[in-house]
C-alpha cells in the first residue's frame, strides 16, 4: 500500500513539472535566453589589485593605510559615512596617541553633554566614532566602514569602480559588442555617470578621483589616480576587517599547533589498531 | 542491550564504586561512548561524521552561548551590536566567524553523515528509529539554522525572513493569518528579531536532547558496518574505547584544521557580501539566495513555475521543498531490500550515484539566479529526485538480485583464511 501511494505521489510531482517545463520552454522558445544590458556589458573581471594584506601572511601596510585614510578624509568623507570605525582605532594605521587625539579633534559630534544631558556640538575625542555624515544630494552613498565585505570581489572591486569610469558613446565589451548599438534605449540618463563595473551600468556617484595631486600625500608617494584608488581601497580592508592581521597571526599559530596535535593522534591511532590491522 | 562479551564497568576507586551505587551515571557514559560499547571493527572513515557532528554542535552552542551575551536582538542595534562583536568583543571576531562558518561545518558533516546512512542503507531494520530521529535533526537543524541567519539583520537576513515566511503565506485559506502570526506582523520587523533571537537559542538544546535519544536508539541493535552483515561473533567488534576514540580522536584534528583554514583565512568565502549591508526593507536585493547548505532546497522550491490542475505554482514549490525532506521519513519502508550496504547492490548503486549528481546539480541550480536555462535544469533535476526516492528505489529493491554478501565482519576484514586462523585459535 505504502508503495503504491508512493509511486503515485512520485508521478504527481513529476507530471506538476513537466508542465511547468513545458510551459517555460515554450516561452523559451519564443523569448529566447534573457539578453539584458547588464548581463551583456556589466564587467565581472575586475581590475587585479595586490594588496599587502591579501593572502595567508597578510598584513597590513601602514604607509599605505595612512594614504588611504588621507584619500578618505579629503575625497570621500564628503558623501560617505564610517559608521563603524572609532578614532581610537585609528592608532592601527601608525599613529600615535597625539595624532589620534589631533585627528578626533579635527571632527565635530553631537552628543550629551555630561553636566546637562544637552545635546551639543564637541570636538571629537579618540572614543568617539566616526560621526554620520549628511548628504545634500540625490542618492543615498552607502557608509563605507564594511563596503570591501559587502561587494562581491571587494577591494578590487572598489578599486576597478574608481578608475572604471568610461565614456558610454562608443563603449564596447570584451566581445567588441557597440553598447548604444546593441541596446539603444540603455543610455545612461542625466545625473547618473557610466561605469561598467557598478551592478547596473549607471551610478550616482560622479568620478571621485579626477587628478593627479588631488590629495597631497604627507609621505611622498605621486598621488595619480591610480595610486590614490589603490590606498583607499587598501584603507577600506582595513576599515572592513581591522581584526585580519591578528586574525593572520592566531590563525597561524592554531594551524601550526593543531598540525602537530592531528599527528600525535594519527599515529596514536595507528599504535591503538595495531592488533587490529592486517593478518 | 549489549553484545554478551562487552566489557562491564568495575569502578576500582572506592569514591568511584560508592558513586556508582547511587548514581551510575559513570557506568551509562562507559556503556556509551567507552569500554562498555562494542563496535564492529569493519568501520570506514565515513562513520565518523556522526561524532564530529556531535562536535559541531558543541561548537555552536559554546559561541554561540557568548555571543549571545553581546548581542541585541532589536531591529535598531542588531547589525550594530553584530558589528560591536566584530571590532570591540575581545575574541569577538573568533566568536563570530567561528559561529558562521561553524554552521557550514556543521551542515557539512551532517551532509556526510546523512550520505553514510543512504549508501550503506543505515536507515533499514532494525535501525528505523535512528534514522527517523535524524531527519528530525536534519529538519531542526534547518530551521536553527535559517532563524540564526536573520540575526545579523542585513539585507539576506530581512529578505530570507521575508521569502521563507512568505512560504507560509501560500497554504490556502490560513496561508495569510499563518504568516502575519509567525511573523509578528505583516513584513519582518522587531516582533520577528525577537522571537527568532529566542527560537534560535531554544533549538539548539532540543537538537541536543533529539541527539540523545539518537544515540539511545543506535546503542539498542548497535552501529550498522560497511557489509551490512550483523555482528556475529566476538571478533567482529572492539571496544569503543580506546578503538574508536582512537579514530574519532584523530579525525577531530583533521576537521579542525579545515574548519581552521575557513575561519582565519577565509571567514566570509561562503557568506554572501549583501548580508554586510544593513537590513533595507525599502530595497529588494538583486539575487536572493540562502547559505550554500539550503540551495538543493531552494532549487526544488522555484523549479514549479506553472500552475497544475487545482495547485498552484507556489503552493506546489513549498509543498516540494518540503516532501524533499519528509520523504526520507518513509524510505525505510519505501527500500525493501533485505540487503543493506549499496556496495553489494549493483542496480540500487548505479541509481543511487546518480541521486548525488542529482542533488550536487541542485545544489548549484539553487545557488544560480531564477531565469534560464537554470529553471528548465532544476525542473529536470527535481523531477528525478522525486521519481528516485518515490518510484525508482520501490521498485529497484523488489526486482533487484544482490551480489553475495560476506559470510561475517571478520571475514570481510581478514579474509576467509584470516577469519578461519582466528577460529582455530578460538
Known amino acids: 500500500m505504502i508503495r503504491i501511494i508512493s509511486i503515485l505521489t512520485g508521478l504527481f510531482f513529476a507530471a506538476a513539472l513537466l508542465w511547468s517545463l513545458l510551459w517555460d520552454t515554450i516561452q523559451l522558445g519564443k523569448d529566447g535566453l534573457p539578453h539584458t544590458v547588464e548581463k551583456a556589458f556589466v564587467k565581472h573581471d575586475l581590475k587585479k589589485l595586490d594588496l599587502a594584506s591579501d593572502g595567508v601572511f597578510g598584513k597590513f601596510d601602514e604607509a599605505q593605510l595612512q594614504r588611504g585614510f588621507a584619500v578618505y578624509q579629503n575625497v570621500c568623507a564628503s558623501c560617505h559615512s564610517l559608521k563603524h570605525v572609532s578614532y581610537r582605532s585609528l592608532a592601527a594605521l601608525g599613529y600615535n596617541e597625539a595624532e589620534v587625539k589631533a585627528i578626533a579633534a579635527k571632527a565635530t559630534i553631537n552628543a550629551a553633554d555630561p553636566l546637562t544631558g544637552e545635546f551639543k556640538d564637541r570636538p571629537g575625542q579618540p572614543s568617539d566614532k566616526f560621526p554620520p555624515v549628511v548628504y545634500a544630494g540625490a542618492g543615498h552613498p552607502p557608509d563605507l566602514s564594511l563596503i570591501t565585505k559587502a561587494r562581491h570581489g571587494g577591494a578590487a572591486y572598489v578599486y576597478s569602480l ?18 548604444l548599438k546593441e541596446f539603444p534605449d540603455a543610455k545612461t540618463p542625466d545625473g547618473l555617470h557610466f561605469n561598467p563595473y557598478f551592478a547596473n551600468l549607471n551610478i550616482a556617484m560622479a568620478p571621485p578621483l579626477t587628478a593627479e595631486g588631488q590629495v597631497t600625500y604627507s609621505d611622498g608617494t605621486p598621488a595619480t589616480v591610480d595610486q590614490m584608488a589603490k590606498d583607499v581601497a587598501a584603507f577600506l580592508v582595513w576599515t572592513a576587517e581591522p581584526e585580519l592581521e591578528q586574525r593572520h597571526q592566531t590563525g597561524f599559530v592554531w594551524m601550526g599547533f593543531m598540525l602537530f596535535a592531528t599527528v600525535l593522534g594519527y599515529m596514536s591511532y595507528r599504535n591503538i589498531w595495531a592488533d587490529k590491522k592486517g593478518h | 542491550m549489549s553484545f554478551p562479551w562487552a566489557n562491564e564497568y568495575k569502578p576500582s576507586h572506592p569514591l568511584m564504586v560508592w558513586f556508582d551505587q547511587r548514581l551510575p551515571l559513570p557506568r551509562l557514559v562507559y556503556n556509551a561512548v567507552g569500554g562498555g560499547y562494542e563496535v564492529p571493527r569493519n568501520l570506514n572513515y565515513f562513520w565518523n561524521f556522526g561524532f564530529l557532528a556531535g562536535f559541531c554542535l558543541v561548537i555552536q552552542i559554546v559561541t554561540g552561548v557568548i555571543l549571545a551575551m553581546h548581542y541585541g536582538g532589536d531591529t535598531s542595534v542588531a547589525f550594530n551590536s553584530t558589528e560591536h562583536i566584530m571590532r570591540d568583543v ?8 567561528g559561529h558562521a562558518n561553524g554552521a557550514a561545518a556543521f551542515f557539512a558533516v551532517v551532509y556526510l553523515h546523512i550520505f553514510r546512512g543512504f549508501y550503506y542503507g543505515s536507515y533499514k531494520a532494525p535501525r528505523e528509529m535512528i534514522w527517523l530521529l535524524g531527519v528530525v535533526i536534519f529538519l531542526l537543524m534547518m530551521a536553527t539554522a535559517f532563524m540564526g541567519y536573520v540575526l545579523p539583520w542585513g539585507q539576506m537576513s530581512y529578505w530570507a525572513a521575508q521569502v521563507i515566511t512568505g512560504l507560509f503565506g501560500s497554504i490556502p485559506l490560513v496561508g495569510d ?75 577531530i584534528g583533521l576537521f579542525m584544521l579545515i574548519y581552521s583554514a575557513f575561519l582565519f583565512f577565509m571567514p566570509n568565502a561562503l ?10 526593507p525599502m530595497q529588494t ?22 500552475n497544475f490542475l487545482i495547485f498552484d505554482a507556489k503552493l506546489l514549490g513549498v509543498l516540494a521543498m518540503f516532501a524533499a525532506i519528509l520523504v526520507w521519513f518513509f524510505l525505510p519502508w519505501l527500500d525493501r531490500s533485505p540487503v543493506r550496504s549499496a556496495t553489494y547492490r549493483p542496480l540500487y548503486r548505479k541509481f543511487f550515484w546518480v541521486l548525488v549528481i542529482d542533488v550536487l546539480i541542485l545544489g548549484y541550480l539553487g545557488g544560480a539566479p531564477a531565469e534560464q536555462p537554470y529553471v528548465l535544469i532544476s525542473q529536470l533535476a527535481t523531477i528525478y529526485y522525486f521519481l528516485h526516492f518515490l518510484v525508482i528505489v520501490p521498485i529497484v529493491s523488489s526486482i533487484e538480485r544482490p551480489d553475495p554478501l560476506p559470510f561475517s565482519i571478520t571475514e570481510s576484514v581478514l579474509g576467509s583464511d584470516g577469519a578461519a586462523k582466528l577460529e582455530a585459535q578460538g
Open chain 1, 162 to 179: 574608481l578608475t572604471g569610469y568610461a565614456n558610454q558613446a562608443g563603449y564596447k565589451n570584451h566581445e567588441g559588442k557597440e553598447l
Open chain 2, 90 to 97: 575581545n575574541w569577538g571576531w573568533m566568536l563570530r566567524y
Open chain 2, 177 to 251: 493569518p499563518l504568516k502575519e502570526w509567525l511573523l509578528g506582523g505583516f513584513a519582518p520587523g522587531n516582533a520577528t528579531l525577537n522571537r527568532f533571537f529566542s527560537l534560535h537559542f531554544l533549538l539548539p538544546f532540543v537538537i541536543l536532547g533529539v541527539v540523545i535519544l539518537h544515540i539511545w536508539a543506535l546503542h539498542i541493535p548497535g552501529s550498522s558496518n560497511p557489509t551490512g552483515v550483523e555482528v556475529k561473533s566476538e571478533s567482529d567488534t572492539v571496544p569503543f574505547y580506546p578503538y574508536y576514540v582512537g579514530k574519532d580522536g584523530w579525525t
Open chain 2, 271 to 280: 557568506g554572501h557580501p549583501d548580508n554586510y549591508i544593513p537590513a533595507n
Open chain 2, 285 to 306: 536585493p538583486a539575487h536572493i539566495v540562502p547559505e550554500w547548505y539550503f540551495w538543493p532546497f531552494y532549487a526544488i522550491l522555484r523549479s514549479f513555475t506553472q
